[in-house]
């Protein structure tokens, strides 16, 4: 039993140095950008990752965002009698959503909807030998699959933050509007909301976003590289993969929370 822990500890503490090699791998080859003749092949797959991961989940998001806003009004309804009904709504807001929820959430979607289709493309890629021919026709692999997920994945949590946090408004103003019809002013419920987000939780926001969705992106890479020459290897590697996520993203989440917040 302890020389199976022992592996297991091995085992995660390579994956952590792996991780941060590859992102250092990443980031020098993301200089590469700077050739126009490879921008043009690098900016074909970096917009196709932000529709597939970002435009393609709008829809989720949405409504998922818009349950999540209803769902806080009809609670708070039950506990704010006698109080400023916007005013503590705009707080559980801030407090619930905007801290914990929509991060939360959002990597979620990221990691469920396309996390694990570039795990899959990455090991159907490695189980093929696409990346041998690659090298052997001189194309970088790394510059062609990894800098465009390592990119594009945290500007696609960020803007998902950003319009999760849109629509949560819109429902909850439309809900605070149906209960108290006397608080049907849709700038004083966003002003209301909005002056209580101070700079520190907007930056703590961000940085979720972007760490985590650097890590999310970074993680299917290496398992869907790690893919050996069996189909079966594919699903074993998104297995991997999204287990892998969900405790680095909920870890990077509770971390940054604590020093912020605790």
């Known amino acids: 039993m302890f020389v199976a822990i022992g592996h297991g500890i091995r085992s995660a503490i390579q994956e952590i140095f792996d991780l941060f090699a590859l992102i250092y791998i990443s980031l020098k080859s993301s200089f590469g950008i700077l050739s126009p003749s490879r921008r043009s092949i690098f900016m074909s797959i970096f917009i196709r990752h932000l529709y597939q991961a970002g435009v393609k989940t709008i829809y989720v ?66 189980i093929a030998d696409e990346f041998g021919v690659l090298k052997g026709l001189g194309v970088d692999p790394v510059f062609i699959f ?36 006397n608080h049907n002013n849709f700038i004083d419920f966003v002003t209301a909301i909005v002056t209580k987000i101070t700079f520190t939780e907007a930056m703590v926001t961000l940085l979720k976003g972007i760490i985590g ?19 079966s290897d594919m699903s074993r590697a998104i297995a991997n993969a999204t287990t892998s996520q969900l405790i680095t993203f909920f870890l990077i989440n509770v971390l940054l929370s604590v020093i912020a917040y605790g």
């Open 61 to 126: 998001n949405t409504v998922i965002s818009i349950l999540l806003g209803a769902l806080l009004v009809s609670q708070l309804q039950t506990v704010a009698h006698g109080k400023n009904f916007v005013d503590a709504y705009a707080w559980m807001y801030v407090i619930f959503i905007v801290r914990e929820l929509a991060p939360l959430i959002c990597g979620i979607i990221l990691i469920g909807r396309s996390a694990s289709a570039i795990t899959a493309e990455i090991s159907y890629l490695k």
């Open 213 to 231: 969705g650097l890590f999310i992106g970074v993680i299917s890479i290496y398992f869907g590289s790690k893919a050996g020459s069996k189909f």
């Open 146 to 181: 990894l800098v465009p997920v390592f990119l594009a994945f945290p500007l696609v949590l960020v803007l998902m933050l950003i319009y999760f946090d849109t629509f949560s408004i819109i429902a909850g103003y439309v809900m605070v509007s149906w209960i108290d019809p």
